[in-house]
């Protein structure tokens, strides 16, 4: 009975660092551009308390922009082409913003204006508060002799 209970008890220590090499579950699953349209739909329903029909106008206008915005997404291998997709999406972004502009009323146009601005301003200071990447001193190649 001891020898069992030994054995059972390396056992579960051997099998232990196994389960360390596991890969994680991804906290935020890659959404499709039809959902993240609807996600964002959804928020701005709740947060501006917009009305019926305004949530069929937004709802269009989220989903055209979703899907003109992952057209627009560089790939990581295309390094030469990822200024201009980002001119192209921040023109994508100034149209949306006018056209969101006509639909909502003034009070809920500036209550999405303070929220944009309250999340430009997050995502700033999430991107200050990362340490910059070491500078590396060029590999010499050894002296001739």
């Known amino acids: 009975m001891r020898y ?13 660092p196994t389960f360390a090499q ?9 959404q499709t551009a039809a959902q993240r349209a609807e ?13 019926p ?10 989903t055209h922009f979703a899907q003109v915005a992952e057209t627009l997404q560089p790939t990581p291998t295309e390094k ?10 921040k023109a994508e972004r100034a149209a949306y913003d006018a056209e969101l502009q006509k639909i909502l009323t003034p009070a809920q146009l500036a209550t999405y204006t303070q929220q944009r601005a309250d ?15 070491p500078i590396r001193e060029p590999m010499m190649p050894p002296a001739a002799k």
């Open 4 to 16: 069992l209970l030994i054995t059972a008890a390396l056992l579960v220590l051997a099998s232990a």
């Open 22 to 30: 596991q890969p994680a579950v991804a906290a935020h699953t890659a």
């Open 39 to 51: 996600t964002r739909t959804a928020r701005q329903t709740k947060t501006l308390n917009l009305t």
């Open 53 to 62: 029909e305004q949530v069929t106008q937004v709802a269009a206008l989220n």
């Open 80 to 89: 030469a082409d990822r200024r201009a997709k980002r001119e192209k999406i």
């Open 119 to 133: 999340h430009q301003a997050r995502r700033r200071e999430h991107a200050a508060g990362r340490k910059p990447l």
